[in-house]
């Protein structure tokens, strides 16, 4: 093949080698919201819009409208996730631990939260949450989060509140955060999530065999210019 020809080749195998092993990373809003378990449990774990929370130590429920509590949970009319404490059922040693290995990172941008009941003898539900998310590349950001207490069970008011989260939450690339319940500075205290927005960087895949094959034609041109140039 004359070197005249062969350049515009080269440069066009290039172009396309490029375009296929270019990481394919991007960002999409993502709402974990439970709505995959179908009815109030516990579990060592909970999983759900390709997330996993793992508590330190003891187990997570996923409670439907505030079921299966006394005095009544707080509920929203969906399912929710909930952290106990000691002495509850389920008990749960906090900090609990939201992570994926789906995602290479993520961003936070809402949450609804929530005491899980109102019980003044035993303390159970916290007055606080602590947010501590783990930046990608290493160091944390935190947010304290007042919890209202407002709780009618199922139906009439809104049990659950909308976080105000600080901006620097919609700017910053985590890759886990932890939530704890605090009474003054006593943890692990009782909660309630749901419906955490998130928006989630999602990882380029691997080159498909098409994309193999232009490697090979890039490689197989590059030998043939250096040949020619030697002439």
Not at 41 to 53: L, P, Q
């Amino acid at each position: 093949m004359p070197f005249t020809r062969l350049v515009p080749a080269l440069r066009h195998a290039g172009a396309l080698l490029t375009l296929a092993l270019a990481p394919l990373a991007h960002a999409a809003p993502v709402v974990v919201d439970f709505s995959n378990y179908a009815s109030t449990g516990v579990h060592a774990t909970v999983s759900s819009g390709g997330f996993d929370f793992s508590p330190a130590g003891g187990s997570l429920a996923v409670a439907f409208n505030g079921s299966s509590c006394s005095p009544t949970c707080a509920a929203n009319g969906t399912t929710a996730l909930a952290v106990g404490r000691p002495g509850l059922v389920p008990a749960t040693v906090a900090p609990v631990t939201m992570s994926t290995a789906i995602y290479a990172s993520f961003r936070l941008t809402g949450l609804d939260y929530a005491e899980l009941s109102l019980n003044a003898t035993d303390d159970w539900s916290a007055s606080s949450l602590l947010l501590t998310g783990t930046l990608l590349g290493g160091g944390t950001i935190s947010q304290l989060l007042a919890i209202d207490g407002a709780n009618d069970g199922p139906g009439g008011d809104a049990d659950f509140q909308a976080a105000v989260l600080d901006a620097i939450w919609g700017s910053s690339d985590l890759v886990s955060l932890q939530f704890t319940g605090f009474i003054g500075a006593d943890s692990p205290h009782a909660f309630q999530l749901d419906n955490i927005g998130l928006d989630v960087s999602r990882v380029g895949r691997l080159p498909e065999p098409a994309s193999l094959v232009l490697v090979g034609l890039a490689l197989a041109a590059a030998s043939q210019t250096r040949r020619l140039r030697r002439r």
